[in-house]
């Protein structure tokens, strides 16, 4: 595996733990919310589980455009790559 290679990974990984670590924030906060009878800490704590849903599935098309791969079943467009005699 190359280094760049590498980078892009441990990047893609570090990002996907960032989302799901925002998730699991607002997962309490919503609990919280929940608990105490704050509807607009409910709110924004399910609004931050939404935002690293999103998060998440944005960084894992963005992989999959940098691994030049299928998303969700879909072949991705062109990239510019030379394709070796197209």
Request: aromatic letters at 2%; glycine letters at 14%.
């Given at each position: ?13 570090g ?72």
């Amino acid at each position: 595996m190359t280094d760049e290679k590498k980078e892009k990974k441990e990047s893609s990984l570090g990002e996907n733990l960032s989302a799901v670590g925002q998730m699991i924030v607002g997962e309490i906060e919503a609990v919280g919310g929940i608990l105490t009878g704050d509807p607009a800490t409910r709110a924004e704590g399910e609004f931050n589980v939404e935002v690293g849903s999103l998060h998440q599935e944005s960084n894992k098309v963005l992989t999959a455009i940098d691994n030049n791969e299928k998303v969700n079943g879909e072949e991705l467009p062109d990239s510019g790559k030379d394709n070796g005699g197209e």
